[in-house]
């Protein structure tokens, strides 16, 4: 059986910022010979949490299960894992390659933050049925004192779509609320 893949969704409180868990289980997983093939961590507060795709051979995928039941005995952490089905593979940039049928598009707005921004364009893509590869979304003071809102979101537009039709009303949404707001295709080889 060739490479199998699994996706770790880790969180847990950082009780000492030189030696946090996440630290541990990298190295876990590649003691146990499994490759990580994307990662990404982030803290807010004092939560630290993260999302690892890695894959191995069922032996290595394995060991890690093994490994981890252990690992959790002496940690203070959540682990959700499951076996996806991998319909995308990811480069050194952790940029998704483009999918036969769908074109990556990077959407970035800045505005005066407000409850519901974050929603009204999560809601946007649903109605579109255009899948959200990526949200990011940062508040912040401005250098005059508000409080703006930058987010960035990635999606992957189906090609069977129009996107002029789809920008259309994407550029008629962010007039009506007054979004400052791009949306581009980003390249995937930098």
């Known amino acids: 059986?060739?490479?199998q893949y699994i996706l770790i969704n880790a969180n847990g409180a950082v009780t000492n910022q030189i030696n946090s868990y996440h630290i541990d289980l990298?190295?876990?997983?590649?003691?146990?010979?499994c490759n990580i093939e994307k990662v990404n961590f982030d803290r807010t507060l004092n939560i630290l949490s993260g999302c690892i795709l890695l894959s191995g051979k069922w032996n290595e995928i394995a060991l890690l299960d093994k490994k981890l039941e252990k690992f959790l005995e002496n940690q203070n952490i959540n682990l959700d894992i499951t076996k996806p089905k991998i319909t995308t593979k990811?480069?050194?940039n952790s940029k998704a390659e483009e999918v036969i049928g769908y074109i990556p598009?990077?959407?970035q707005v800045v505005n005066i933050d407000e409850?519901?921004?974050v929603n009204k364009?999560?809601?946007f893509f649903a109605y579109q049925e255009v899948d959200i590869e990526k949200l990011?979304?940062?508040v912040y003071e401005s250098e005059y004192g508000a409080n703006l809102i930058k987010l960035n979101i990635k999606v992957k537009v189906p090609g069977n779509l129009n996107i002029t039709s789809l920008k259309e009303q994407f550029d008629i949404m962010c007039y009506d609320e007054s979004f400052d707001a791009t949306f581009k295709v980003y390249s995937i080889s930098s």
């Open 1 to 3: 059986m060739g490479k």
């Open 26 to 33: 990298v190295a876990l997983i590649t003691d146990s010979g």
């Open 90 to 92: 990811f480069d050194d």
């Open 105 to 107: 598009y990077e959407i």
């Open 115 to 117: 409850p519901g921004i």
């Open 121 to 123: 364009f999560v809601d």
């Open 136 to 138: 990011e979304a940062k």
